[in-house]
């Protein structure tokens, strides 16, 4: 029984870390912004569902120029250990990428990953999918 409860803790504890906000644009509009904050060590994860062949613009401003990005194809997924899933050339971890344009290569929901470079990080994230 205690085992089940430590288990059951552990998860509360780690999804809020798991979960991904999709991102939704407002009726007639191709653009939206989130605007948020994520600290040393932790990540911010969003979800925007797109087509094949549609173009998707990133772009990620912080005021201490700190808060960078990595977008995963469809069936990427947040785990405990990390993500498991394929990045997309040029915002992959470790690109530190603040700024990214592409045609999309698959229907579904696309994974962002944000997360501080040093410190804590504001940020403000604009996305764009024509």
Known sequence: MRRAAILLAALAIAAPALAQTPIRFARGASSAVVEGSVLRGERATYSIAARAGQTMTLRIASPEENAVFQLYAPGARMAPEGVAGKPLP??????????????????????????????????????AVR
């Not at 990428?97 to 944000?114: D, E, H, K």
């Open 90 to 127: 040029g915002a992959a971890e470790g690109e530190d990428a603040r700024s990214w344009q592409g045609r999309l290569p698959a229907n579904g929901t696309y994974l962002i990953v944000i997360g501080p470079t040093r410190g804590n990080a504001a940020y403000r994230l604009e996305v």
